[in-house]
């Protein structure tokens, strides 16, 4: 979604004075960003943006609503049956410790999530989305070191056919397996994959 380190950056790191390469190198900033959020499963950067959830389903259990990304701030919650939840009414989990994974209804209120005629997409959660609103900086330097090793895969000869090969004329593959150092970079910001059992 977004750009985490830049070409800049990326020309120091690798000691390249010239400009010839610029446009390839900031390509390669982008790709090495987008293979960062896919393999976390996660951005770094905030977006708004209105997100729908089913109104019945796993990711709902008793009070609890499972989010499928992570939570900054929330603008509105609007239940299933068109009624807006009022910020008193839920709590965010975890408690004080952004980014939230899930919107939980205050039980004193008695509210529950439901819906009128449709339960797909019911829900409605408004707000500010991402891990952080800046990238942290072991994902600034995982960036800069995976847009730097994409570039040296173009002059590896061999090593290019395994991890980082080409399919059409829009370039090639992400890497099959990340660098060691990259993996260990995000390795902790990896999101979980959060399930509930159906009780159905």
Known sequence: ????????????????????????IGSLVTRASAIIDD?????????????????????ITGRLLLLDADLLTVT?????????IGAGSYLLRP?????????????????RWNYLDDVEDAITIS????????PPEPIVHAAMRLAAWL?????????????????????PRPPARLPRDVADL??????LRMSVANGN
């Open 1 to 24: 979604m977004a750009d985490y380190t830049t070409a800049s950056a990326v020309k120091t790191y690798l000691r390249i004075a010239s400009a010839g390469d610029d446009a390839l």
């Open 39 to 59: 393999s976390c499963g996660r951005w770094f950067t905030a977006l708004t943006q209105t997100r729908k959830y089913d109104a019945v389903g796993n990711h």
């Open 76 to 84: 509105s919650v609007t239940n299933g049956d068109g009624t807006t």
């Open 95 to 111: 408690i004080n410790w952004p980014p939230f994974f899930g919107i939980a209804l205050k039980q004193s209120n008695g509210l």
């Open 127 to 134: 707000g500010t989305w991402g891990y952080s609103a800046t």
């Open 151 to 171: 570039y040296r895969q173009r002059d590896t000869g061999a090593e290019l056919a395994q991890p980082f090969e080409a399919t059409d004329k829009s370039g």
């Open 186 to 191: 995000i390795g902790p910001y990896v999101r």
